[in-house]
């Protein structure tokens, strides 16, 4: 089973979190996971390829932004609302109604 890094609430740092919900597409994956809630990688529909995509996650993924859990040859994606709560109270929120 392959172990993939989350930073410890601890390290999670406002300008990762900010420079990962900057780009569009990273910001609409999370809009999406915040609403449907935790799916695997290939159940969103993304503008980009795969690989992009992959990219796209990974980067949210080191931010502290979401989880990524794998299941067989699945990659589930969740949101660390909790952790991003405790550490930027409010925050996720307003960027996600900023989004809409």
Same mark, same amino acid.
């Given at each position: 089973?392959?172990?993939?890094?989350?930073?410890?609430?601890?390290?999670?740092?406002?300008? +990762?979190?900010?420079?990962?919900?900057?780009?569009?597409? !990273?910001?609409?994956? =999370?809009?999406? $996971?915040?609403? %449907? #809630?935790? *799916?695997?990688?290939?159940?969103?529909?993304?503008?980009?390829?795969? +690989?992009?995509?992959?990219?796209?996650?990974?980067?949210? !993924?080191?931010?502290? =932004?979401?989880? $990524?859990?794998? %299941? #067989?040859? *699945?990659?589930?994606?969740?949101?660390?609302?909790?952790?991003?709560?405790?550490?930027?109270?409010?925050?996720?929120?307003?960027?996600?109604?900023?989004?809409?």
């Amino acid at each position: 089973m392959k172990i993939l890094f989350h930073p410890a609430v601890d390290d999670i740092h406002l300008s +990762s979190v900010l420079y990962a919900l900057s780009d569009p597409v !990273r910001l609409s994956l =999370v809009s999406m $996971v915040a609403r %449907q #809630g935790a *799916q695997p990688c290939s159940s969103y529909e993304l503008p980009v390829a795969k +690989s992009t995509a992959s990219h796209h996650i990974r980067t949210l !993924r080191e931010a502290g =932004v979401v989880r $990524v859990q794998v %299941q #067989g040859t *699945q990659h589930i994606v969740d949101l660390r609302r909790e952790d991003l709560d405790a550490r930027f109270p409010g925050l996720l929120d307003a960027i996600l109604n900023a989004a809409q």
